[in-house]
């Protein structure tokens, strides 16, 4: 596991905020991997319109960190939105290298 603190960021009415991203081996070809994040906002009701929207951002970091482990293709802006369509089909266990090769 590691620890991201960040202490000056550049979003606005955000404050301080701290990551942490966890990867435990559950098995052969199995990992979990946890995110949680803290964060401070000014004011204070922006936190949940906030927590949607990184929600969705850090969604789609884990689903690009799943395909280039398993593929070893680059994730880019320009192919997210085919790689998260592809994810989306996918059967619960299922890897991109198995769905590929079908």
Request: aromatic share 8%.
């Amino acid at each position: 596991s590691f620890d991201i603190d960040i202490i000056k960021g550049g979003l606005p009415m955000m404050g301080e905020m701290k990551a942490t991203i966890d990867v435990k081996e559950l098995g052969v070809n199995q990992t979990e991997v946890t995110f949680t994040m803290n964060f401070t906002s000014k004011p204070a009701f922006m936190a949940g319109m906030m927590k949607g929207m990184m929600g969705k951002m850090f969604h789609k970091l884990l689903v690009g960190l799943k395909y280039y482990m398993e593929t070893g293709g680059l994730v880019d802006k320009n192919n997210i939105k085919g790689i998260m369509k592809k994810y989306n089909s996918l059967d619960e266990k299922e890897s991109f290298n198995a769905s590929m090769a079908a």
